[in-house]
């Protein structure tokens, strides 16, 4: 059973049309949580941390919250080189190396 | 501004063979990881070192994989025998502490 589900897997947003992307999440102890963005054939480029519920972080047309058990990027009047593969992945208090544990993620494409 | 690096970024290889990845982590940073991308799928996490130790490793890293830091720059993966289901993009990543992790742009490798 996958800790970490997204959705939707993918997303089809016309330019300046904002959105959510969701990520739940079921660890028993979780020690942050994190956003990357992944281009197509590259490495995951990193967006924000979140380490407790409540919290929010913003970075141009993107913001994250978290929740007890989910995580929400918002994407805000998107433009088509926002369309990537934005990725979640939680750490847990259990990992001694601070391993990452990542979702599957969610495709997203903007059109002009 | 700082960087993985990883080298190279495209190998081919007979299955059997021995192959080396070799990746330069961000200068300053103590955790280094390898992770590993199937084709289509989830970014999966290998092996965690710190402190020129493992610190953690997934069921995936298993005695044909090992890992080294053979001098104060390289983190090399070795993979001792490939098999077809080795191919994937492997990524290095790095970090100061429990914090983001910095992933480098992935090597390919293919088994035939």
């Known amino acids: 059973e996958d800790q970490v589900t997204q959705s939707p897997e993918a997303l089809r947003l016309q330019e300046g049309e904002s959105s959510s992307l969701n990520c739940s999440y079921t660890?028993?102890?979780?020690?942050?949580l994190f956003w990357y963005r992944q281009d197509p054939g590259k490495g995951p480029e990193f967006l924000f941390t979140?380490?407790?519920a409540g919290e929010e972080k913003e970075k141009e047309r993107l913001k994250a919250t978290l929740t007890k058990k989910e995580s929400f990027l918002h994407i805000t009047a998107p433009k088509p080189e926002d369309s990537a593969t934005y990725l979640c992945?939680?750490?847990?208090?259990?990992?001694?190396?601070?391993?990452?544990?990542f979702g599957k993620g969610t495709s997203l494409l903007v059109t002009p | 501004e700082p960087e993985v690096t990883q080298t190279p970024s495209h190998q081919v290889t007979q299955m059997g063979q021995e192959v080396i990845l070799r990746c330069v982590p961000i200068?300053?940073?103590?955790?280094f990881y390898w992770y590993r991308q199937i084709l289509g799928q989830k970014v999966e996490f290998l092996v965690s070192?710190?402190?020129?130790?493992?610190?953690?490793k997934s069921e995936i890293f298993d005695d044909q994989f090992s890992v080294e830091r053979p001098d104060g720059s390289n983190f090399t993966l070795k993979i001792r025998s490939t098999k077809l289901e080795d191919s994937a993009m492997y990524f290095c990543?790095?970090?100061?502490?429990?914090?983001?992790?910095?992933f480098g742009p992935g090597t390919r490798l293919t088994v035939l």
């Open positions: 990543a790095s970090t100061r502490g429990y914090n983001e992790q910095f």
């Open positions: 070192f710190y402190n020129n130790e493992i610190s953690e």
């Open positions: 992945a939680v750490q847990e208090n259990s990992n001694s190396g601070y391993a990452l544990n």
């Open positions: 660890v028993s102890g979780l020690r942050g």
């Open positions: 979140l380490y407790s």
């Open positions: 200068s300053n940073h103590l955790y």
